[in-house]
């Protein structure tokens, strides 16, 4: 599932590339895939492009008729910018055409959904209200993320990291990264970590999601930014996807356990797990 840099990726394109641009047709070809909310075509089409932003794992296109489509890429969708050539094929499940091209919404699995509605209202969207802070933000804190962590008595601090109440944006393979370079074990519970690991850890989140920014993502499968290439940043990852090679600092192999229901890597000597 792309996580907040691969999204945050296909964000920057975008910026770039479609501001100004109106929008001349918005088309599914799978039902499920485009909802609209209070609003209807006419709201859309002929309309520019004001804002890309992003709100977690979440695209948010807001045009100049206070209408915003929330394009949520889920398990295996993709999101590409076509300006010279057919990106269309029978993974195609939404097309948004502007002027001088169109973005082109690719989903195997059929999970990812565009919806559109009032860009008022935009808060209101039930996945986005009940997100955490950004942790690429001026409102994430070490101190908010030790008050978060000392309310889950008894989870896990990866379980925690992964509750999107928590913070918004990290999955699986960040998580497993900023772990590691807190030098903290997943297993961990969150409710006992000291002030000195909680810093750790708040200096460690921002600084593994710019790195897999700068990398414009991880690529495992599905995973495509806007122009169509795979992200770079598992050639570098820590531990992610490592088990079995040694650790890059202290050498031991990296181990895969489980932890929250997900498969969790982890260097048992970088990452000592304290008895509770």
């Avoid at 979440?58 to 889920?74: K, N, P, Y």
């Avoid at 356990?257 to 797990?273: D, E, F, N, S």
Wanted: charged share 25%; with cysteine.
């Amino acid at each position: 599932m792309p996580e907040l840099p691969e999204v945050e990726t296909i964000r920057r394109q975008l910026d770039a590339l479609i501001l100004g641009r109106n929008v001349t047709s918005l088309t599914a070809s799978w039902d499920k895939t485009l909802n609209w909310l209070g609003v209807d075509e006419q709201q859309v089409i002929g309309h520019q492009v004001d804002s890309v932003s992003r709100r977690g794992k979440v695209i948010i296109i807001a045009l100049s008729s206070e209408t915003s489509m929330l394009i949520h890429l889920r398990m295996t969708g993709q999101l590409l910018l076509d300006e010279n050539r057919d990106l269309e094929g029978r993974l195609t499940r939404a097309v948004i055409g502007l002027a001088s091209g169109q973005l082109v919404f690719n989903d195997q699995r059929k999970f990812g959904r565009i919806v559109v509605m009032p860009s008022n209202e935009v808060e209101n969207d039930p996945l986005l209200r009940r997100l955490g802070p950004e942790p690429l933000s001026a409102e994430f804190t070490a101190q908010g993320l030790g008050a978060c962590l000392a309310r889950h008595r008894t989870a896990s601090v990866k379980a925690t990291l992964l509750d999107q109440s928590t913070l918004a944006g990290l999955g699986n393979i960040y998580v497993d990264e900023v772990l590691f370079t807190a030098r903290l074990h997943p297993s961990t519970p969150s409710s006992v970590l000291t002030t000195r690991e909680v810093k750790r850890l708040a200096e460690a989140i921002p600084q593994v999601l710019k790195a897999a920014i700068a990398a414009g993502g991880s690529t495992m499968r599905d995973y495509r930014d806007a122009a169509g290439a795979s992200g770079t940043y598992l050639d570098q990852a820590l531990v992610f996807g490592r088990t079995g090679k040694p650790c890059r600092t202290c050498g031991r192999a990296i181990a895969k356990i489980r932890v929250a229901g997900r498969g969790t890597h982890v260097c048992a000597t970088c990452q000592r797990l304290r008895p509770r």
